[in-house]
C-alpha cells in the first residue's frame, strides 16, 4: 500500500509536469500545424528571469510571477519573429526559423549571462520533504501535483468556455471557416503562443524547482518530453497531450523502479522502445484528435 | 451594394476565373450558375476573402474590399456559407452558434435573442444543440452553417450550393428557407448548379462558363432565353 502511494505520487508529480509541457506544444500545433521548436527556451526565459531577479528581495511568489509573465512574452515574442513573418510561405520556413530563434536564446544566454549553471532562488518549502501515511516524499511532488490540477482546470475553463478558447478550438479544425465568422488570425495565434508561454513558464518553476539551477540548454528536455508525449497522445489531440504526459511519466517511473542499477543509466532507451511499440500499435497516437483540417 | 469587375482568381498558373463583372443591389438575390469548375466557388470565396484575386476589383458599399481578409469581411456584414459545409465539427451545435455571432459577442443579449430564434426556425438544431456538430446529418449540418451565417446578422450572405447532396425534400426546405431570408430583406448571392431551383427564388441570375460570365439578367430572362441543359452540357 505505502508502496503503492509513494509510487502513485511520483506518476502524479512527473506526469503533472510532462502534461503541462506538452499541452503548452500541442497548443500552437493544433492551431498552425507547426512544431514550435523554440518552446523550450522558454522555460529558459523563465529560468534565467529568476536568477535575475533573485538579487531583488522580491518575494519567492513575486519573482515567479514575473518570470512567468516574461516567459509569456517570449512566447508571443516567438510568433512575432519566428513565425508571422514566414507562417504563409512555407513549412520549411517556418521550421528553420524556429529553430533559428531558439539557437538565438540560447546564445545570447551563453553569451551575456554564462554557459554554467546559474543558481535560481527556491522558496523553502521545495527542499522540505513530508511524511504521511507512511509514505515519505519531497514537498516539491506535491506543490507540482496541486500547480498541474490548477492549472489543467484553468486550461479546460478557458479551452471550453470562454469565446476565445471555443474559437481557438474551431480555428484548430479549420482555420479559414473561422477567419470567415471574423475571427482574427493573428488573435488567435498569439493567444496560442500566449499560453503555450504561459504553461511552459509554469512548468518551469516546477522544473528549476528539481534543481535550484539553470543552464542555457535547460529547455532541451522539456522540449524532447512535450515532443514526446505528444506524439504518444496525438499530436492534434489537447486530452491526447495530456495523456501522452502521464504515460510517459507512468513509464519512466515503473522503469526507475523496476530496472537494476546497472541498467537504469539506459532507461531512455527503454522508454524510447516502448514509445516506438505505442506508434506501431497507434500511428496517429492514442487519441486521433478532431477531423481533417489545412494548414494556415 | 456589391459589385464586382473584371475579377480574375487563379491557383497556381491555373486561372479559374477570367473575366467576372457582376452587380449586387441591396435586397436582391441573385443567382450565380454554371457547370462544374465555372469558377463560381472561386468568385465566391474570393468575395469572402479566403481566396486572393488576381486582378479585378471588388466593392462593397463603394469601398474597395479586393483581396481583404476574412475576418475583415465578415466585420464588413459578409456572412459565407462554404461549399463543404464547414460546421467545427467537434464543437456543439450551440457553440457553432455562438461563433456565427463573433462579431457581436458583446451584445450577449442580442445574441440569445438570435440564437433563440434560429431554434424556433430550425427545432431540429434545439432539440441536439448540446450534440457535437458532427454527429448531425447533412442536411442538418447545412441548416446549422446556415443559422451560424445568420447568427452574424450579415447584409450580404454568400450560399454556395446549398443543395449539393442532399435529398430533395431537403433541398426544397433549404429553398423555402432561402426565401424567407430574401423577404426579410436580406442580401444574398446564391451559388447554384441546380440551375432551374435556383431561378425559382432568384431575382436577377448570371451564367458562368469557363472562367467568365457567358450570360446575365432577370431570373425569368434567364430561364426563358437560356437553353440551361446545353450551357452544362457545352461547359
Do not use: H
Request: include cysteine.
Amino acid at each position: 500500500m505505502t508502496f503503492f502511494l509513494q509510487f502513485l505520487i511520483d506518476v502524479l508529480a512527473l506526469g503533472g509536469a510532462y502534461a503541462l509541457m506538452a499541452l503548452g506544444l500541442v497548443i500552437v500545433y493544433g492551431i498552425l500545424r507547426l512544431v514550435n521548436f523554440a518552446y523550450g527556451e522558454l522555460i529558459m526565459v523563465a529560468g534565467y528571469t529568476m536568477y535575475l531577479a533573485s538579487g531583488s528581495g522580491l518575494p519567492w511568489l513575486v519573482m515567479a510571477a514575473v518570470a512567468v509573465f516574461m516567459a509569456i512574452m517570449a512566447g508571443i515574442t516567438t510568433d512575432y519573429v519566428a513565425f508571422r513573418p514566414v507562417r504563409a510561405k512555407s513549412v520549411t520556413a517556418v521550421l528553420i526559423t524556429s529553430f533559428a530563434f531558439s539557437t538565438l536564446l540560447q546564445n545570447a544566454a551563453l553569451l551575456f549571462i554564462s554557459p554554467r549553471p546559474r543558481n535560481t532562488p527556491l522558496p523553502e518549502v521545495f527542499s522540505q520533504t513530508i511524511q504521511f501515511a507512511g509514505v515519505i516524499t519531497p514537498a516539491r511532488n506535491l506543490i507540482t501535483i496541486a500547480a498541474a490540477i490548477v492549472m489543467l482546470a484553468l486550461f479546460s475553463w478557458l479551452i471550453r468556455r470562454t469565446v476565445l478558447g471555443i474559437a481557438m478550438r474551431a480555428a484548430a479544425t479549420n482555420f479559414t471557416m473561422a477567419r470567415m465568422l471574423g475571427v482574427p488570425a493573428n488573435l488567435i495565434i498569439s493567444s496560442a503562443f500566449a499560453i503555450s508561454g504561459l504553461l511552459a513558464g509554469v512548468v518551469a518553476m516546477l522544473w528549476i524547482g528539481r534543481i535550484g539551477a539553470v543552464v542555457p540548454g535547460i529547455g532541451l528536455e522539456p522540449l524532447l518530453i512535450a515532443f514526446i508525449a505528444t506524439v504518444i497522445g496525438g499530436m492534434r489531440s489537447l486530452q491526447g497531450a495530456v495523456l501522452g504526459g502521464f504515460l510517459l511519466a507512468f513509464m519512466d517511473t515503473t522503469l526507475n523502479f523496476t530496472l537494476p542499477q546497472e541498467l537504469l543509466k539506459f532507461r531512455d532507451a527503454f522508454t524510447f522502445s516502448l514509445v516506438i511499440l505505442i506508434l506501431l500499435w497507434r500511428p496517429q497516437g492514442l487519441i486521433k484528435g478532431p477531423a481533417t483540417g489545412q494548414r494556415t | 451594394m456589391l459589385e464586382i469587375s473584371g475579377l480574375q482568381v487563379a491557383y497556381g498558373a491555373v486561372r479559374a476565373v477570367r473575366d467576372v463583372s457582376l452587380n449586387i443591389a441591396e435586397g436582391d438575390l441573385v443567382a450565380l450558375l454554371g457547370a462544374n469548375g465555372a469558377g463560381k466557388s472561386s468568385t465566391l470565396m474570393c468575395v469572402a476573402g479566403a481566396l486572393p484575386a488576381a486582378a479585378g476589383l471588388i466593392r462593397l458599399d463603394g469601398q474597395d474590399v479586393t483581396s481583404a481578409r476574412p475576418e475583415t469581411m465578415a466585420r464588413k456584414g459578409v456572412a459565407t456559407v462554404p461549399e463543404t459545409r464547414d460546421v467545427f465539427p467537434d464543437l456543439t451545435v450551440g457553440e457553432n452558434l455562438l461563433l456565427g455571432a463573433y462579431i457581436r459577442r458583446s451584445d450577449t443579449q442580442g445574441v440569445a435573442e438570435d440564437r433563440a430564434k434560429m431554434f424556433d426556425m430550425f427545432p431540429v438544431l434545439a432539440e441536439r444543440r448540446a450534440q457535437a456538430a458532427g454527429t448531425l446529418s447533412g442536411g442538418e449540418q447545412q441548416m446549422l452553417v446556415i443559422a451560424r451565417a445568420i447568427m452574424s446578422r450579415p447584409r450580404i450572405l454568400l450560399l454556395d450550393e446549398p443543395s449539393l447532396g442532399l435529398a430533395p425534400t431537403i433541398v426544397d426546405r433549404i429553398f423555402e428557407m432561402i426565401s424567407v431570408l430574401k423577404r426579410s430583406g436580406l442580401t444574398i448571392l446564391l451559388v447554384e448548379q441546380n440551375a432551374s431551383k435556383a431561378l425559382t427564388v432568384a431575382d436577377r441570375a448570371y451564367v458562368m462558363r469557363l472562367g467568365r460570365v457567358e450570360a446575365e439578367g432577370t431570373a425569368t430572362e434567364i430561364a426563358a432565353a437560356t437553353d440551361l441543359r446545353s450551357l452544362y452540357l457545352a461547359g
